[in-house]
């Protein structure tokens, strides 16, 4: 008996259960807060050192493109934060059913988000 195979597969067309879509943003979050670190000691150096570097780091942090930058970072730490005890959760057998499962990441979602949006409404 052979199978028809896909001869290949549109990856628009796919659509990822919501604990995968968590998984992936987790991963990506954590790449992208590990490769802005050098960014984010960069600032804080510039917020530090003196006075006038204090006044390069508001003048370079009141752009809105950089206001914008530090928003993703910001959820991108939330985001890696939330989904991170939930994933500590699951090591320790709570929510591993798959009910239980999306609850949790559509929590991670909405907490993440929820956190983004207010503290980034009390640092614009």
Not at 43 to 58: R, T, W, Y
Not at 71 to 80: E, F, P, Q, S, T
Not at 101 to 111: C, G
Request: proline share 4%.
């Amino acid at each position: 008996m052979t199978k028809q195979r896909p001869k290949h597969l549109d990856l628009l067309k796919i659509t990822q259960p919501i604990p995968a879509i968590v998984s992936i943003m987790h991963r990506i979050s954590g790449a992208l807060l590990f490769l802005f670190i050098p960014f984010l000691l960069y600032l804080l150096q510039l917020s530090l050192v003196s006075s006038e570097s204090f006044a390069k780091f508001k003048a370079f942090t009141g752009n809105p493109l950089t206001k914008l930058l530090l928003l993703v970072l910001l959820w991108a730490y939330l985001h890696h934060f939330c989904a991170g005890i939930r994933y500590l959760a699951i090591d320790l057998e709570y929510g591993v059913g798959l009910e239980s499962a999306r609850t949790s990441s559509k929590v991670v979602l909405a907490v993440s988000l929820t956190l983004t949006v207010i503290l980034g409404a009390m640092l614009w």
